[in-house]
């Protein structure tokens, strides 16, 4: 299974970016999908989960400015980034919740895609 995350950049104070993280290879559910960043010297921390039927948590610092939203057939999670911040700026990763079939059982494992630099200028 692999997570490939895109949609990463460099924009200004309050502009937009729109992340893409598609999951591939031995898949047979996906329960919670979700986005989580990391800024120089401070620990990862979560930006916003979703299951899969949409409940959706997000961390306060984004409420209001961050969307999630997935496409269950495509395995795919979006996160839309409004009035971005400078404090904003961090590597964010994608992370999946999937159920793999091992011959007649199924392993659940959480998956971790590469990472994305989102920097935002003031």
């Known amino acids: 299974v692999q997570l490939q995350a895109s949609g990463g950049g460099l924009v200004q104070l309050g502009g937009s970016l729109r992340l893409s993280c598609a999951a591939s290879g031995n898949i047979f559910s996906i329960n919670v999908m979700g986005w989580y960043r990391q800024a120089p010297g401070k620990q990862r921390e979560l930006v916003v989960i979703i299951s899969d039927g949409g409940i959706t948590n997000y961390a306060e610092s984004v409420k209001g400015r961050f969307i999630i939203s997935r496409d269950n057939p495509k395995n795919t999670v979006y996160l839309q980034m409004n009035s971005l911040k400078p404090e904003d700026t961090a590597v964010y990763y994608c992370?999946?919740?999937?159920?793999?079939?091992?011959?007649?059982?199924?392993?659940?494992?959480?998956?971790w895609g590469q990472g994305t630099q989102v920097t935002v200028s003031s």
């Open positions: 992370n999946a919740d999937i159920r793999s079939r091992d011959g007649r059982d199924f392993v659940r494992t959480v998956y």
